[in-house]
């Protein structure tokens, strides 16, 4: 299948490094591709989280875009790829919590468990305390305040590319601070509620 006309200067000018281009491009297709992501995976936040990331390794990845080939299936294979990879690592990391779960559950009473979640979460924040101003300003905003990509872009004024970039150094700085206290419940709770990275 190949590109119409008009997309095919498009994606020339998005090849070379137009942000414009890229904009419009986003604005034509992000609503259809969102639908369809959220057809599979039925939770909104996730369904952003996976939209972003889609346009994120467009722009990354934009002098490998073949103008003359259909601009729409490539975003829809990419998209297909992302929900997989997201559904194989929920996957893992409910099978690595349910087996953590069942070795741990004769070890902790309820006040324990209660001193342990507040152990995790002062670990985490001390983790993020440690990251680079401007990476933990991004962290904060797009992971405990729950702001999108694009939202954090036009508030700070930066690429979504730079704000993908500071999140992926962020979580693993953080996991690699976790992994210090030997502790594996801290680990996967990271895990799940920041991402998930080889």
């Not at 889609?54 to 490539?74: A, Q």
């Amino acid at each position: 299948m190949y590109a119409p006309e008009n997309e095919i200067g498009l994606l020339t000018e998005l090849k070379s490094g137009s942000e414009s281009a890229f904009k419009f491009l986003y604005d034509n297709y992000s609503i259809q591709l969102y639908r369809r992501i959220f057809k599979l995976v039925k939770i909104e936040v996730i369904a952003q989280e996976l939209l972003q990331d889609l346009f994120v390794k467009i722009w990354e990845k934009r002098e490998l875009i073949d103008p003359t080939r259909s601009f729409r299936s490539y975003l829809y294979t990419i998209a297909e790829r992302l929900v997989y990879d997201h559904f194989r690592c929920a996957t893992r990391l409910s099978r690595l919590a349910k087996e953590v779960s069942q070795h741990t559950s004769e070890l902790y009473t309820h006040t324990e468990e209660g001193i342990f979640e507040m152990e995790t979460r002062n670990r985490i924040a001390e983790a993020i305390n440690r990251l680079p101003e401007q990476q933990k300003l991004i962290f904060n905003l797009c992971k405990m305040e729950g702001l999108s990509y694009s939202q954090v872009s036009k508030q700070l004024g930066i690429s979504t590319a730079t704000i993908n970039t500071h999140i992926t150094r962020a979580t693993k700085a953080i996991k690699l601070h976790l992994q210090s206290s030997e502790h594996l419940p801290l680990i996967i709770f990271v895990a799940a509620s920041y991402g998930c990275t080889p």
